[in-house]
């Protein structure tokens, strides 16, 4: 254990005191609650949170001249040597690529594909598709994530409020991050708002503390409880990414690569990723 004059854990440079003292005190105080509290390797520090700002700002690049070249006749391979080449020629590394054998840079998943799509030069993009395109990056060692939806050509007025509604559960599921609230807030809003619109929300993927490692603790539902789940607290950093579908919630995995994931009932479903921090006084969407 720290005295108070040691210095602090954080790196700050400051007495432990001065720092995190009283967070410290606070976190052992709910614990022996009963709460759920993050270990402190889940608390970034100020040079950690700089690294994953460095990393996002190549990750939101990538996703922002991926949105001015995707158009109808485009393969998701052309895709993925957008990402290839722009995240190496910046310095950082695809996440994705050899991640447990995944063989590509970035996941390209189209209409009835709900996450983890593998881009290939046999898959066309064409007009009314919708694709979720999902960037991981590694710069200097630290980890940022985050995907968009694309509307290809002219879609139809139900695949375009879906993509829209996904985006709002998005927006939802942040608002409800605050310091010290609890982690089962952000998929119990999300889940009253999707199903509130007839929608479903896929239960087998979720968020993630993300930074060090591509994925790392805690996994974030996007369905479940107020009240429950881990306490947020400052220094957190995680993704939230609901995946919501027309129809039901089930999915199941292509066979043929290991990886897709895919509406059983074959409805649309789509995605959108934000990476956040938790700060003292709210949140920061790092990912934009
Ligand atoms: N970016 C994905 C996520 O949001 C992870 C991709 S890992 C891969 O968690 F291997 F599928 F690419
Ligand atoms: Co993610
Ligand atoms: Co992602």
Known sequence: MLNRN????????????????????????LRSKGYITPGIELI???????????????????????????????????????AYNYTISNGGIPAPLNYDGF???????????????IPSKDVILKSGD????????????????????????????????????????????ISEVKPWGFLGDIGAAIQEYAESRGYSVVREFGGHGV?????????????????????????????????????????FVDEDNGWTAITKDGSLSAQWEHTVLVTEDGIEIISQ
């Open 130 to 173: 919708i694709i979720n395109v999902d960037a991981t990056t590694i710069f200097n060692g630290y980890y940022s994530d985050a995907s968009r939806m694309f509307m290809i050509g002219q879609v139809s007025d139900a695949a375009r409020k879906l993509v829209e509604v996904t985006k709002e559960c998005l927006a939802i599921g």
């Open 6 to 29: 040691d210095n602090c854990w954080c790196e700050s440079g400051l007495k432990y005191k001065k720092c995190h003292l009283e967070f410290d005190k606070k976190l052992r105080d």
């Open 44 to 82: 970034k520090t100020k040079k950690q949170i700089e690294g994953i700002k460095e990393s996002a700002k190549i990750n939101n690049g990538l996703l922002d001249l991926i949105g001015e070249k995707i158009r109808v006749g485009m393969t998701t391979q052309e895709i993925d040597d957008l």
């Open 211 to 251: 930074g060090l490692d591509i994925h790392e603790e805690p996994f974030i539902n996007h369905f479940g409880k107020r009240g429950t789940d881990m306490i947020l607290v400052p220094g957190m950093v995680f993704t939230i990414e609901p995946m919501i579908n027309i129809g039901g919630h089930e999915v």
């Open 103 to 117: 063989p590509k840079s970035i996941c390209t998943s189209i209409n009835n594909e709900v996450c983890h799509g």
